[in-house]
């Protein structure tokens, strides 16, 4: 079982709807999230972070943690052309002490 | 934020090579990681780079194959050694500050 698994995509959806992306992680020990978003050929750059179960808002980003699902998800309101991107799902490997496992990526297109 | 600079940004070497990537931080950074991304994979932890002392190595990567040096809090080197067309990948420093990562720019890396 890989530790942090993703949806490849590609995910396709119209400007302005709701773009849902989502991921498991097999490592229980994991407390920290993050979703980072990675344009071709560019680093990737942190979207969100999260640490507690529930819903957390950031502008038209909202990430969901379910540990006992062993679940993120990130929800992507009013989609916008410039959000096609990769979408990195990250969490924290407790046994490589700080270190994130990266997922493969969902791959993301908004079209106009 | 501190920023990091990476060098070289992409380079095209010779099977049976090596090449060191340098990474330079303009601040003091407690953790920092050496990522690979090779062509349509996600980014996968080659080794927690420690100050001081031996590098910390994941699962499949192996210090005589990628020798890390960290003399101090601003800098580090990854070399790939003796290199083969499977080694051609992006390469990424990143630090963590508080619970978060931050990538340096990539050397983007073709072996012959």
């Known amino acids: 079982q890989k530790e942090v698994e993703q949806n490849s995509g590609p995910l396709s959806v119209p400007e302005g709807a709701i773009a849902s992306l989502n991921c498991t992680y097999s490592d229980r020990g994991s407390q920290s999230f993050f979703w980072y978003r990675q344009y071709s050929g560019k680093s990737p750059e942190l979207i969100m972070s999260?640490?507690?179960?529930g819903d957390k808002e950031d502008g038209r980003f909202t990430a969901q943690l379910n540990k006992a699902s062993q679940y993120v998800s990130l929800l992507i309101r009013d989609s916008q052309p410039s959000d096609s991107a990769t979408y990195l799902c990250?969490?924290?490997?407790?046994?490589?002490?700080?270190?994130?496992?990266f997922g493969k990526g969902t791959t993301l297109s908004v079209s106009s | 934020s501190a920023v990091i600079s990476q060098k070289p940004s992409r380079d095209i070497c010779q099977r049976g090579t090596s090449l060191t990537i340098q990474c330079q931080v303009d601040?003091?950074?407690?953790?920092m990681f050496w990522y690979r991304q090779q062509p349509g994979q996600s980014l996968t932890l080659i080794a927690t780079a420690n100050q001081g002392s031996e590098a910390t190595y994941e699962s499949g990567f192996v210090i005589d194959k990628f020798p890390i040096s960290r003399p101090n809090l601003t800098f580090s080197t990854l070399t790939v050694s003796n290199m083969s067309p499977e080694d051609s990948s992006i390469y990424l420093c990143?630090?963590?500050?508080?619970?978060?990562?931050?990538f340096g720019s990539g050397t983007q890396l073709s072996v012959l």
């Open positions: 990143v630090y963590r500050l508080n619970e978060k990562l931050f």
């Open positions: 999260i640490y507690s179960n």
């Open positions: 990250a969490v924290n490997k407790p046994q490589a002490g700080t270190a994130l496992i």
């Open positions: 601040s003091q950074v407690t953790m």
